[in-house]
């Protein structure tokens, strides 16, 4: 990267992977052999996915993370070039990239299995953020080290700050009260509390503004004082994979151009609801075209 600034609509930071999906009519049992009735490879991880979705509704941006530099690794580096988003900030090294194996069945709900290896967070310094200049940073909470480093740059320059918080884990917790915006999955909600009506009175204690998407049944959320829900874009869903990552990379890009609050909600919604109608997470990344044509402008 030039000593130059680079101004983007969102920078990504955390969890690249390659994906490998499958399409199965059950899951198997033990000792079974099963036939794919279908397979899909791709890039994947929830910031790099976002990643996407940013660059794909045509805003401008840029993933930091890790890969590796064995054959999935390039094919993921070349994939991300390729869809437009600026690879500048990925360091490469000898530790395998994460592989993640989906077993996608016909409702559409899905088993992952990942594997990392010995690749372990990148260390604080290893990334060089001083010329990137971007209107709004989302997190995954995989990458910690570099990401606590980065969002205290974010806050001293008043670029806003998002996390994705999948599940519970140490990336998660360190970053959940430091944020502009937390916006957890369902799951993120049970493991804090048990359910995510307490989730979303504890987090907002900590945390200016609070969603939980809830999958198929929306999401609800808390912005300061005001609370509301938002019901889910009815589609036909065939795989859930991505639609978190979908919904995040919608909802930073929403946050980058100051679309207003319950807009910057519907965004991200279709967007999330439009990635569970295609095989794949990075496939069903919606374009700009089709997240217009869903939301009826």
Not at 29 to 38: L, N, P, Q, S, Y
Not at 69 to 92: C, F, P
Not at 194 to 217: M, Q
Not at 257 to 262: H, T
Request: proline share 4%; net charge negative; hydrophobic share 40%.
């Amino acid at each position: 990267m030039t000593n130059s600034p680079v101004h983007i609509d969102v920078l990504c930071v955390g969890h690249a992977s390659y994906d490998l999906v499958f399409s199965v009519d059950h899951h198997p049992a033990e000792d079974e052999k099963i036939v794919a009735g279908g397979f899909v490879s791709c890039g994947g991880g929830p910031a790099a996915n976002a990643a996407v979705t940013v660059a794909k509704l045509g805003f401008k941006s840029a993933f930091s993370g890790y890969l590796g530099q064995d054959l999935y690794g390039e094919k993921h580096y070349q994939e991300l070039v390729g869809l437009g988003v600026n690879a500048d900030l990925i360091s490469r090294g000898t530790s395998p990239t994460p592989l993640s194996t989906v077993l996608v069945k016909p409702d559409g709900k899905r088993a992952l299995i990942n594997y990392k290896g010995d690749t372990r967070a990148l260390a604080s310094g290893t990334i060089d953020f001083s010329s990137i200049m971007p209107k709004a940073v989302l997190f995954d909470g995989h990458e910690p080290f570099l990401s606590l480093s980065l969002l205290e740059r974010a806050q001293k320059e008043g670029i806003a700050t998002i996390l994705d918080a999948g599940s519970v884990h140490s990336g998660t917790l360190a970053l959940m009260e430091k944020v502009d915006y937390l916006v957890c999955s369902e799951k993120f909600a049970c493991q804090l509390t048990g359910d995510e009506e307490t989730a979303l009175t504890r987090l907002a204690e900590v945390s200016p503004t609070v969603v939980i998407t809830l999958g198929e049944r929306g999401l609800i959320w808390q912005r300061g004082s005001e609370r509301g829900a938002l019901s889910a874009f009815p589609v036909n869903a065939i795989d859930t994979t991505g639609a978190g990552d979908a919904f995040h990379g919608a909802f930073a890009a929403a946050v980058s151009s100051r679309i207003n609050w319950l807009d910057s909600l519907r965004y991200a919604s279709a967007a999330g609801a439009l990635c569970c109608t295609k095989i794949g997470a990075r496939s069903g990344l919606p374009s700009k075209e089709e997240l217009l044509a869903l939301l009826g402008t």
